[in-house]
């Protein structure tokens, strides 16, 4: 029995020492010694079996545990003392000045980065930029553009409207025209502005329809403004935002606060008109619509319009985007997916 727990002895305390000159951390050195030393060590359990001897062999093998306990701690001991001497080397080896890892960059959402663009381009034609409230009045959203109640264009927008209990009902505004009437009463005419942001319509979402998306209103109002000045700007902005020049057509279509109204399509930058699956074959892009300014708005916004006629137009930015790219889906910019913005 004394001699097989003597081999015991010896076998773990050379398996402590290796232990304890094999731990490349402190915290590693500190397993090993709770490992060997701890209450449920290998070297303690020996240790606890000092009763289970006869009683002349327990002195002996007494002594001869202690001693291999205490070169354990002493090795344990020595490698502690080498392992904080490294940390230490470590430490005063480091330079404060040397650049820490950088941290990941972001960068504009692509919507934004084309509002920004659209911005400048206008600006540089000598338009203002102007803001508006994104929860307006039934006044301004509809009937000052000439969109009365119960008219059916209402039913086109799919409007949210704010349970105020008020006597003025509220709306999320669902375009940007509303701001054609609030300019116009602040600065007057003649004025050029165009009104980017935000816009909500109660649409069921598929690839190309979102409850939020973003539009730039455009008003030009003036004396002797015509079709071709619009005609003129329309043009002046597509070759600016493709990087081309650009052959663009207009077709009649009804908007209220307009007359005459437009659809305006620009031949396809993708395939120069020869057809393809971003222009569906047909070789022109419906990109915008537009007209001159309906007399009625223009008399909203206290402009005579017996003296001043303009022009008005609005785009969606999502669109602009999705074309550029190449994207199939609207519901990605509002998505959250870092793939997908990754890529801009």
Not at 73 to 95: C, I, K
Not at 155 to 169: H, I, N, P, S, V
Not at 179 to 203: D, S, T, W
Not at 275 to 295: D, F, N, Q, T
Request: one cysteine or more.
């Amino acid at each position: 029995m004394s001699d097989d727990l003597t081999g015991a002895l010896e076998q773990a305390a050379a398996q402590a020492r290796e232990a304890a000159r094999a731990a490349r951390s402190l915290d590693e050195l500190e397993e090993v010694r709770t490992a060997h030393l701890g209450r449920k060590g290998a070297l303690t359990a020996l240790l606890r079996q000092i009763g289970t001897l006869p009683p002349e062999k327990r002195g002996a093998f007494g002594k001869l545990a202690n001693e291999r306990k205490r070169e354990v701690e002493e090795q344990f001991a020595g490698r502690e003392r080498e392992l904080a001497a490294a940390r230490l080397r470590s430490v005063l080896d480091f330079d404060p000045t040397t650049p820490g890892p950088r941290p990941a960059r972001g960068h504009e959402h692509p919507v934004l980065a084309m509002l920004r663009e659209i911005e400048d381009i206008f600006i540089s034609m000598g338009f203002l930029v102007l803001a508006g409230p994104e929860v307006e009045t039934e006044y301004y959203n509809f009937e000052a553009l000439n969109i009365p109640e119960h008219h059916p264009a209402r039913d086109l927008q799919d409007t949210f409207w704010m349970e105020t209990g008020a006597e003025c009902r509220w709306v999320l505004r669902t375009h940007t025209s509303p701001m054609q009437v609030r300019a116009l009463e602040r600065f007057g005419a003649p004025l050029r502005a165009i009104v980017p942001g935000r816009v909500y319509r109660n649409e069921t979402l598929d690839a190309t329809h979102e409850a939020t998306f973003h539009q730039v209103e455009g008003l030009m109002v003036d004396r002797g403004v015509s079709v071709a000045h619009m005609k003129g700007v329309m043009a002046a902005f597509l070759e600016r935002l493709f990087g081309q020049k650009i052959v663009i057509r207009l077709r009649p279509h009804y908007f209220p606060f307009v007359e005459p109204g437009f659809e305006l399509d620009f031949g396809c930058v993708f395939c120069g008109g020869a057809g393809c699956a971003i222009c569906k074959r047909s070789g022109w892009i419906e990109i915008l619509g537009c007209g001159l300014v309906h007399p009625r708005v223009l008399r909203a916004g206290g402009v005579d319009a017996e003296e001043f006629t303009g022009f008005a137009f609005g785009v969606g930015v999502e669109r602009l985007v999705m074309m550029r790219h190449s994207i199939e889906d609207i519901r990605h910019f509002h998505s959250g997916s870092l793939r997908f913005f990754e890529q801009f």
